[in-house]
């Protein structure tokens, strides 16, 4: 049972724009929520986090939003540069599940001049 | 200066075969997990150790067993592969197991022969 969906598998954006990257989630219990970015040939390297008490979280270029209610959160990258060309990948963690992350499928991200 | 090494960073082995792969963090954190990301992309959590105690045990065969010989090392050995062990296998290390990030290795790719 999926319960951490990237539905886009793939989001091509022109340099400078702006890239949002969606990820839903089905399990209410989740409290503290992740994303990844992985290059080809490489592990998956952390980039933001948010946990349920906050809506928002800013590091740089990069914002995590998170919708409760709807349970959605969204990555924006402003502005996107070529080499943000990558897979991401959005996670979940519910505090009691000791460390358990659940993964969705990736969206690669392709940034073009 | 790399922070979670794995190695090899491919095997290629015949079915029936025992192989093991080494993971080492110098992070100086205190749990570490390993993960699987099959052929759809996947990553799904096989197994946590924290301080070098067993946490998290998926349902894994149990021709799969991780060992920590301490804090900053945890293996993964396979008996007997199989064709569906054929995948990439990520380690990784968080501080805590609760609302802290996972850094992760960059991957060991396993092909089955």
């Known amino acids: 049972d999926q319960q951490v969906k990237q539905n886009s598998p793939s989001l091509s954006v022109q340099e400078g724009r702006i890239s949002i990257l969606n990820c839903d989630y089905t399990?209410?219990?989740?409290?503290?929520f992740l994303w990844y970015k992985k290059y080809p040939a490489e592990g998956p390297t952390f980039l933001i986090s948010i946990s349920s008490i906050k809506d928002k979280n800013e590091d740089g270029r990069f914002t995590v939003f998170l919708n409760k209610s709807a349970k959605h959160l969204s990555l924006h990258i402003v502005p996107s540069q070529p080499g943000d060309s990558a897979v991401y990948f959005c996670a979940a963690n519910r505090g009691s599940t000791l460390g358990r992350l659940y993964f969705g499928r990736g969206t690669q991200l392709t940034v073009w001049p | 200066d790399t922070a979670v090494s794995q190695t090899p960073k491919y095997l290629v082995t015949q079915m029936g075969n025992d192989k093991s792969i080494k993971c080492e963090q110098n992070l100086g954190h205190d749990t570490m997990y390993w993960y699987k990301q099959d052929s759809k992309k996947f990553l799904k959590i096989m197994f946590s150790y924290n301080n070098k105690e067993l946490i998290i045990n998926e349902t894994v065969p149990n021709r799969f067993s991780p060992k920590s010989p301490d804090k900053a090392h945890l293996n993964l050995h396979i008996n007997s592969l199989e064709l569906g062990d054929s995948a990439v296998y990520f380690c990784a290390s968080s501080q805590g197991m609760s609302f802290q990030p996972q850094h992760f290795g960059d991957g060991t790719r396993l092909s089955i022969l």
């Open positions: 399990n209410s219990m989740f409290d503290y």
